[in-house]
């Protein structure tokens, strides 16, 4: 049984009180906190290992394999239930740090679609563990051959300048002016090419692959109660219409 106050103007304040009778428990069970189940990657993904590498991060989904293993030996069958994950690289550990958005299930003809909070882990650790590949080296390479060229063009246009003494004009012949316009004009090429070499591979990070397959442990850190997605729409509703009438009282069904 609840009650709920109805103010009244000028008078004592009284409480409604309304029978919960026919109001029925959850149809599912709570899963509590540090529940984990045995899950095997069918998505995987090139998780970004950038220092900005968490604020990007790469969608991936497991499916569950295993009873969910609670507390005090108790477990519950989500077997065939999808997890939807996120994840990112960590270049230290070398691992794909993973972590859970969503589960959804279907079961006895019911529907569960929720969020839930949680990591992946595999073989005991949490993440996945990876190979960190860099994909910049033939960029960078490129950026060293246009910086080289632009070292030669540079010579070649100071060594075509001839040197006069102190208060003397320089002449400059026909060869001398090909051979500056050649240096100069292969020094400014070759030091902008250099200039987007070097721009195209700050574009590039590293990343940790990680391939579907892998049998992995998916951890459940904050409990969380399982729903359906006709409960859910229920408690909305109800919750709206506790929102637009705060202090109007629950009838009363009446007994029979």
Same mark, same amino acid.
């Given at each position: 049984m609840t009650y709920q106050s109805v103010p009244v103007p000028n008078r004592i304040q009284r409480k409604v009180f309304t029978?919960?009778?026919?109001?029925q428990g959850p149809s599912l069970p709570y899963i509590p906190s540090g529940s984990f189940a045995k899950a095997m990657l069918i998505e995987g993904a090139d998780a970004n290992a950038s220092v900005t590498g968490n604020e990007s991060t790469v969608p991936m989904q497991l499916r569950i394999t295993g009873l969910v293993e609670m507390p005090n030996s108790k477990t519950y069958d989500a077997t065939g239930c999808f997890?939807?994950?996120?994840?990112?690289?960590?270049?230290?550990?070398?691992?794909?740090?993973?972590?859970?958005?969503?589960?959804?299930? =279907?079961k006895n003809g019911k529907t569960i679609d929720m969020p839930i909070k949680g990591h992946v882990s595999f073989r005991g650790k949490n993440g996945i563990k990876g190979e960190v590949v860099m994909r910049n080296g033939k960029i960078l390479g490129w950026a060293w051959g246009a910086g080289f060229v632009d070292g030669i063009g540079q010579g070649m246009e100071r060594a075509s %300048?001839?040197?006069?003494? =102190?208060?003397?004009?320089?002449?400059?012949g026909a060869g001398d002016v090909l051979k500056m316009g050649?240096?100069?004009?292969?020094?400014?090429?070759? %030091?902008?090419?250099s200039d987007y070499y070097i721009k195209r591979a700050e574009q590039y990070h590293p990343v940790i692959p990680i391939g579907a397959g892998n049998e992995v442990t998916v951890v459940f850190q904050d409990g969380f109660q399982l729903k359906t997605v006709e409960e859910m729409a229920l408690e909305r509703t109800q919750s709206r219409a506790e929102e637009d009438n705060p202090e109007s009282p629950?009838?009363?069904?009446?007994?029979?």
């Open positions: 029978r919960n009778e026919g109001k997890v939807g994950l996120e994840a990112w690289g960590d270049v230290s550990s070398e691992r794909a740090i993973v972590r859970t958005r969503n589960i959804s299930c =279907l %300048q001839p040197a006069v003494g =102190l208060g003397a004009t320089a002449a400059y050649i240096g100069g004009g292969a020094s400014k090429a070759a %030091q902008t090419l629950v009838p009363v069904p009446p007994s029979g």
